[in-house]
C-alpha cells in the first residue's frame, strides 16, 4: 500500500522555523518525485517545492526561495521541507506529493494534476 505521511506541522511566530517531513513507503521512493504543495483558506492548492530522489534536482516557487529548503534522505524514504523565516502569508495546509520520474520533466514540478499520489496534509499557521 502506497502511503505518504506529513508531520511537523503546527504554530509559529512571523520569522520563526518549521521543518515539514514526508515518509514514504509501498513503492520505489529512488523512482519518484516529490512534491510540497499547499493549500490556504479559500485559495486553491499551490506548488511549493520538489525534489527528484533519481539525480537531486530541487525546484522552489519564487514566493519561498531562500527561505524554504527541501532535501531527501533516500536510506530513509522521507522528504523534508526546511522552512525558516515563515510569514503569516505561509499559513496553510501542507501537502506532499509523488511523481514518477518517467513522467517527471522541469515544468511539471508544479502541477498537481501530474502527481500519483498524496499525503493527508499537514497545518501550518504562521501567527503576525
Known amino acids: 500500500e502506497v502511503q505518504l505521511v506529513e508531520s511537523g506541522g503546527g504554530l509559529v511566530q512571523a520569522g520563526g522555523s518549521l521543518r515539514l517531513s514526508c515518509a514514504a513507503s509501498g513503492f520505489t521512493f529512488d523512482d519518484y518525485a516529490i512534491g510540497w504543495f499547499r493549500q490556504a483558506p479559500g485559495k486553491e492548492r499551490e506548488g511549493v517545492s520538489c525534489i527528484s530522489n533519481d539525480d537531486g534536482r530541487t525546484y522552489y516557487a519564487d514566493s519561498v526561495k531562500g527561505r524554504f529548503t527541501i532535501s531527501s534522505d533516500n536510506a530513509k524514504n522521507t522528504v523534508y521541507l526546511q522552512m525558516n523565516g515563515l510569514k503569516p502569508e505561509d499559513t496553510a495546509v501542507y501537502y506532499c506529493?509523488?511523481?514518477?520520474?518517467?513522467?517527471?520533466?522541469?515544468?511539471?514540478?508544479?502541477?498537481?494534476?501530474?502527481?500519483?499520489?498524496w499525503g493527508q496534509g499537514t497545518q501550518v499557521a504562521v501567527s503576525s
Open positions: 506529493a509523488a511523481i514518477s520520474v518517467v513522467t517527471f520533466w522541469d515544468n511539471s514540478w508544479s502541477r498537481e494534476d501530474e502527481y500519483d499520489y
